[in-house]
């Protein structure tokens, strides 16, 4: 391979790295550990989000209240609410809410 073709293949895997290390950003915030798991925490409270209108912080607000009148200590409330604010955009707010509760 001659030296402009090495060139143009080596921004290519350069281009080729940066997508995929956006695409595993998208799909999880590695710093802050924003992970769809299999089972949620409180997989027997069930939150209705989908047909809801809302951003992100009504989002948190309506699992907040659903887990209150499911009788989750207020402890366990507060540390849903601070992981959630943590998350930088609406799809790590769906990734919290889904490591806590089901979503429906």
Do not use: C
Request: glycine share 10%.
């Amino acid at each position: 391979m001659d030296a402009p073709s090495r060139a143009g293949a080596d921004r290519n895997l350069d281009k080729a790295e940066r997508l995929k290390r956006k695409a595993e950003g998208a799909r999880m915030s590695h710093d802050l550990g924003f992970q769809e798991p299999e089972n949620p925490r409180f997989p027997y409270i069930v939150v209705q989000l989908s047909g809801e209108d809302g951003g992100a912080l009504q989002t948190i607000g309506r699992v907040r209240l659903v887990m209150r009148d499911r009788g989750v200590p207020v402890e366990l409330r507060d540390a849903f609410l601070d992981e959630a604010t943590r998350a930088r955009s609406s799809a790590d707010v769906l990734a919290v809410v889904r490591r806590w509760v089901g979503v429906g």
